[in-house]
């Protein structure tokens, strides 16, 4: 009995390091959040302090999408080589120099410099975090540590609606907005240096004593161990030497391939952050004051928080692949609906009101339950263990890629197509995004990252085989 006692708070003890580990690691998460959001707020100032263009404005937006292509890309490489715990500090001390940078910007040309690096950071971030995360969580517990990342995502956004909402009103207002976002990547920094590496990561660079140290460590007693430390090794010997770019081209990774890549262009591309940068100004537009508009945007934060929790709790219950099917038709219905809103030149009162803001925070909880929740989580999870990192850096660059052709088109469609027909398009991309999942994305779902890499090899990693 005692025996069993013991074993019992050694595994209670492996639960709380794993979700305590996680949820350092999703300080990334949000900073992600802050540094994105932050622009809607701040962009109306931006704008006065330097009489920005609407293509101005796009490119200031823009400016960290590009940045995060690119530390999305060439993280996986230095995550490979050093491991993922030192780079996410790196990423943690660019984002230190680079929001200071920002605030301090004496011209446009330097903030869009400064939010360029800001970008490499948080494209780097999205790409080491979900992986790191991954690789540290049990399988029966994987989808909702991951998920930290998002709702800490979300998180982040909220405090950069509050931030913006409360520090609004001088034109330089903009510069503490920009400037805060150093405070939690100094947190971030401090908490990695405590935090382990990841066993997997390890094992596959000839570390097994350390490696098996973690895992004891995170699971709490030896026959999980045991159990994932043969796992992991027979899929690593079954790798070729070489674990480079070419690798991804392989036939049987192919389905992962799509599964991700798709999922990750879907997710901005079905528009989420149309409403994350643009909403104060598109509102403002159509007759809202700039306070008011910058209020909607702290109701968008506080949903979108929820919705992320509640898809953080169901996920690993529900499904990846479910929760995206159930929930993906109800995104599109509400931007429809919020574009019929639109309809018209009569300023917004009464009813059309208060049917623009259920739609838009009924899109903000059904897209960012669906989409958003799973798009780090399944990218992070297909992916063989030998080019993990390097593929969830093509993930992650392609969720950047779409975000970059989103912002700098977004004002330019409500201009050429209304803000009616701007919403009714992202609303068809949803309706793709429904039919992708249901064609390409299988479940994954309670299954162990080794077994996923198994059933890639087998031929059986598809929608009908789950």
């Not at 931007?335 to 009813?351: D, E, Q, R, W």
Request: proline residues 4%.
């Amino acid at each position: 009995m005692p025996e069993i006692e013991r074993l019992g708070d050694r595994t209670a003890s492996a639960r709380r390091y794993v979700s305590i580990a996680a949820a350092v690691a999703a300080v990334g998460g949000l900073l992600f959040g802050y540094d994105t959001g932050i622009i809607a707020s701040a962009l109306i100032f931006v704008t006065q302090s330097f009489s920005l263009s609407t293509s101005g404005q796009e490119w200031v937006a823009a400016a960290l999408n590009i940045g995060a292509i690119f530390g999305a890309v060439c993280s996986g490489p230095i995550s490979d080589r050093w491991g993922r715990r030192p780079a996410i500090m790196a990423a943690a001390a660019v984002f230190i120099a680079a929001s200071i940078g920002c605030g301090l910007a004496p011209t446009v040309g330097v903030l869009m410099f400064a939010r360029l690096w800001l970008g490499v950071a948080i494209g780097a971030t999205t790409q080491i975090v979900p992986v790191y995360v991954a690789e540290l969580a049990p399988a029966e517990r994987r989808g909702g540590l991951v998920s930290l990342f998002q709702l800490a995502f979300s998180l982040g956004l909220l405090l950069a609606f509050l931030v913006g909402y409360e520090l609004s009103g001088t034109p330089d207002s903009w510069r503490p907005m920009f400037m805060l976002g150093a405070v939690p990547a100094l947190l971030l920094a401090l908490g990695m240096m405590v935090l382990p590496e990841s066993p997997r990561w390890l094992l596959h660079h000839q570390q097994e004593r350390r490696a098996v140290s973690i895992l004891y460590k995170l699971r709490g007693h030896h026959t999980p161990v045991s159990r994932e430390l043969y796992a992991v090794l027979t899929v690593d010997e079954t790798e070729t030497a070489g674990s480079g770019w070419a690798d991804l081209r392989r036939r049987w990774v192919r389905p992962a391939l799509v599964a991700a890549l798709g999922i990750a262009a879907l997710s901005q591309l079905s528009g989420p952050n149309v409403i994350v940068y643009y909403a104060p100004i598109i509102l403002s537009q159509t007759g809202l004051a700039h306070s008011a508009a910058l209020l909607t945007s702290v109701s968008v934060g506080i949903t979108s928080t929820i919705t992320t929790a509640m898809g953080i709790a169901l996920i690993d219950r529900v499904g990846r692949r479910r929760m995206m099917l159930v929930m993906l038709p109800f995104a599109a219905l509400s931007l429809f609906v919020l574009g019929a809103v639109f309809l018209g030149t009569a300023p917004l009162g009464g009813i059309r009101m208060v049917l623009m803001v259920v739609s838009l925070l009924g899109y903000i909880f059904f897209n960012f339950g669906s989409l958003s929740v799973a798009v780090w989580l399944v990218a992070a999870e297909v992916f063989p263990l030998a080019i993990r990192s390097k593929a969830m850096g093509l993930a992650s660059a392609t969720v950047w890629l779409s975000d970059t052709i989103v912002s700098l088109v977004t004002l330019s469609l409500v201009h050429a197509l209304g803000t009616t027909g701007t919403f009714w398009l992202f609303g068809a991309i949803n309706v793709a995004a429904f039919l992708f999942v249901w064609k390409y994305v299988p479940e994954t779902v309670g299954t162990s990252l080794e077994d996923i890499e198994d059933s890639l090899r087998a031929g059986t990693f598809r929608p009908t085989a789950r």
